[in-house]
């Protein structure tokens, strides 16, 4: 399971709804890909449709989607949004990751 805090939720419907998604029937896709100072970098997006293989859940009204692979990594995770001057944008608050950057992009187990 992932779960959105609701500073994150308010961003998500809020860039959902300008790039022409619909929060309340179109996903965020949550993945995981190589990459990064940290050796795993995380994927955020939106997405219309899910795959069969994809795992869904929904947390604080946000609809997510995550690939099984990327599940292993992101179990626990919970998804957050820092703005303002100093913010970074959206943070993954990730309790499997032993290692992260700086930047908050990328981690290792």
Known sequence: MIKVSDTARQKVVSLMTEE?????????????????CSG???EL????TAAD???????????IIVDK????????????????LNG???????PNAQRTCGCGESFSL
Do not use: M, P
């Open 40 to 42: 795993l970098s995380y």
């Open 53 to 63: 293989t994809d795992k869904i859940f929904e947390d604080n009204e946000v609809r």
């Open 20 to 36: 022409g998604y619909d929060a309340a029937t179109d996903f965020v896709r949550v993945g995981v890909k190589s990459g990064g």
């Open 88 to 94: 970074k944008g959206f943070v993954f608050n990730n």
């Open 45 to 48: 997006k939106f997405d219309k």
């Open 69 to 84: 692979k990327s599940f292993l990594y992101l179990v626990g995770t919970i998804l957050e949004y820092s703005g303002g």
